[in-house]
């Protein structure tokens, strides 16, 4: 069992920057793949990033080079850096760990940007 505790979400102006973090119970360098979903309301579940045990890094299209991810595994978290914050980023971010036999979800962390 893997838990995933979020912070960092919090009301932005558009334009602005936000940096969120994910505390992992287990050592980063042993889970498959981290990363971090959106859901905005009305909307599907979304992948923004994911940084795998390799080291390769995947983003959804609409985060154009805005975003980044990052593993730090001596703290045991993943970070998701986002700049050039749009109104159409407000969700809810998840953070996710996953293994080729099962993934765990943390509770999620709300992001608004205003105009």
């Known amino acids: 069992q893997v838990q995933l505790v979020e912070s960092g979400g919090r009301l932005v102006q558009s334009g602005g920057s936000l940096r969120l973090s994910c505390a992992v119970s287990?050592?980063?360098?042993?889970?498959?793949?981290l990363g971090w979903y959106r859901q905005a309301p009305g909307k599907e579940r979304e992948l923004v990033a994911s940084?795998?045990?390799?080291?390769?890094?995947n983003y959804g299209d609409f985060v154009e080079g805005r975003f980044n991810i990052s593993k730090d595994t001596s703290k045991r978290t993943v970070d998701l850096q986002m700049n050039s914050l749009e109104i159409e980023d407000t969700a809810v971010y998840y953070c996710?760990?996953?293994?080729?036999?099962?993934?765990?979800w943390g509770q999620g962390t709300q992001v608004t940007v205003s105009s």
């Open positions: 940084d795998d045990s390799h080291g390769n890094k």
């Open positions: 287990e050592y980063v360098s042993r889970i498959h793949t």
């Open positions: 996710n760990a996953s293994f080729p036999w099962a993934e765990y």
